[in-house]
């Protein structure tokens, strides 16, 4: 995907796309590819892919959430920053939360936020479930593009999200039903599953969007041990 082809494929979302975005863009990538060969951040590298299989996919979130109505969002997993560096480029007002696990992604991140001149971006190095423990209800939206199991993300995320605010996990094509008694555990609901294809054949993506409608108790989420060993 060239940078035609990228704008034309995000103006079909209803994104506009202008120079400020595709300038934050290109020093975006040159960041990943610099530091990927330091850390492994990620295994696609070529511009083209870049552009439409982390840029363009991380947009796509637009699908499921109107981000006019969004003030805080928190992604978890985040890696090198897909979703949610992306969704801040294009929607500046957002308050974003970044978690990772790795101090180096963590670092890799701050240098980002740095460059691009990003503005209220809270960089977590931490466990999700650890995070979560200690910022329940503080989010208009949790995303996760992470591997994990639905059930897992959930677990995760939806202590974090406020009440009647939502939860996207960013999925392939398995993995994307979820239990009524998750759900229930969970205080959730199943809003819609929005199933397309990315262009150029670049494969199916699935946006499962979760409502949080409750309140949900203190013991979630558990130690991930806990959810591996026993699954909700």
Sequence with gaps: MNLDEFKSEVNKLGVPV????????????????????????????????????H??????????????????????GTGAGFPGIVIKIFYPNIKLTLVDALNKRINFLKEVVFELGLNDVNLVHARAE??????????????????????????????????????????GQDDISVSNRVLDVLSS????????????????????????????????????SDMKKKPL
């Design 130 to 171: 650890d995070y979560a423990k200690d910022n329940r209800e503080m989010f208009d939206l949790v995303t996760a593009r992470a591997v994990a199991k639905l059930s897992i993300l959930m677990e995760y995320s939806m202590p974090m999200v406020k009440i009647n605010k939502f939860f996207v996990a960013m999925k």
């Design 55 to 76: 840029f363009y996919d991380s947009l796509t979130l637009v699908k499921a959430i109107d981000f006019a109505k969004i003030e805080s969002m928190c992604d978890i």
């Design 189 to 224: 609901k199943l809003e819609k599953v929005i199933c397309f294809e990315l262009p150029k054949e670049a494969g199916i993506r699935n946006l499962v969007l979760i409502k949080r409608v409750g309140d949900i108790s203190l013991k979630y989420p558990r130690k991930y």
């Design 18 to 53: 202008t120079e400020k975005e595709i300038n934050l863009l290109e020093k975006y990538y040159n960041l990943l590819i610099e530091y990927n060969e330091k850390i492994n951040l990620t295994a696609i590298t070529e511009k083209k892919d870049v552009y439409l299989k």
